[in-house]
Nanobody
Framework: QVQVVESGGGLVQPGGSLRLSCAAS????????MGWFRQAPGEQRELVAT???????NYADSVKGRFTISRDNAKNTVYLQMNSLKPEDTAVYYC????????????????WGQGTQVTVSS
């Protein structure tokens, strides 16, 4: 019913920047909160940043001042601009969307993307 697809990951040197994108598609009536999470090897998945449909944002302390989350409601897309990247930012980054469907039952339901690898290394 709903597909969530991330893109934009890759290999970057410490201090560099990357921009992740996440697009949701399918039987979508509305999307409430969208967010980015990450999971490093051997670690639990953790919240990076979230943004509501009204633009309210929330960040993990470890990324405040370096990462910026934004969204385009018309495109059902969320972005994560990552600056001043550090080796400890290396992880698989996942997108999550809280979706109200066009079909019954409408939800909302949470959908995850497949993840995109971000590696920060010299």
């Amino acid at each position: 019913q709903v597909q969530v697809v991330e893109s934009g990951g890759g290999l970057v040197q410490p201090g560099g920047s990357l921009r992740l994108s996440c697009a949701a598609s399918g039987s979508i009536f509305n999307i409430y909160t969208m967010g980015w999470f990450r999971q490093a090897p051997g670690e639990q998945r953790e919240l990076v940043a979230t943004i509501t449909s009204g633009g309210n944002t929330n960040y993990a302390d470890s990324v405040k001042g370096r990462f910026t989350i934004s969204r385009d409601n018309a495109k059902n897309t969320v972005y994560l601009q990552m600056n001043s990247l550090k080796p400890e930012d290396t992880a698989v980054y996942y997108c999550k969307a809280e979706v109200v469907l066009t079909t019954l039952p409408v939800g909302p339901y949470y959908y995850w993307g497949q993840g995109t690898q971000v590696t920060v290394s010299s």
